[in-house]
């Protein structure tokens, strides 16, 4: 039986670097639990913040390393997240998504995540503000 929770954010700041995603999902695991978000949809989530959080450690801090805001707010039946970084201004939404009817070999590199990401998130923003990337999103269950 489905009980309501009242709304709770928590927010992490990690170091932009690969060997920190371990970090970042078991965080975003320990609030689902909080809500108890199905298994098929904590999969979903921790797809989207890993393509995410991987980008901002490869390329959002070509001069050094940078760190990326994790922002968990949790409320009923709807899990959002923001990834919030001061690297290079990028846009995943405005990329092209890949032709993915054409082979492997045939398409271009990148895009796959991106467009998983929008797949399978219901809501999937950005905004660039204050000199932050902004990426933002959601998952009701």
Do not use: C, W
Not at 11 to 29: Q, S, Y
Not at 72 to 101: Q, V
């Amino acid at each position: 039986m489905f009980s309501f929770k009242a709304m709770e954010k928590t927010t992490k700041i990690f170091d932009a670097k690969p060997d920190m995603l371990d970090k970042v999902i078991a965080f975003a695991e320990e609030e689902m639990s909080k809500i108890d978000v199905p298994l098929k949809d904590q999969m979903k989530i921790n797809v989207s913040l890993e393509e995410l959080f991987v980008n901002v450690a490869h390329y959002a801090y070509p001069d050094g390393v940078g760190t990326a805001e994790i922002t968990i707010t949790t409320e009923d039946r709807k899990i959002t997240i923001e990834i919030k970084d001061s690297g290079i201004p990028f846009n995943p939404l405005l990329a092209a998504d890949p032709d993915i009817s054409l082979s492997a070999e045939d398409r271009g590199i990148g895009g796959l995540g991106i467009l998983m990401v929008k797949k399978t998130m219901d809501e999937f923003t950005y905004r660039y503000e204050n000199s932050f990337n902004i990426n933002t999103i959601s998952k009701l269950f």
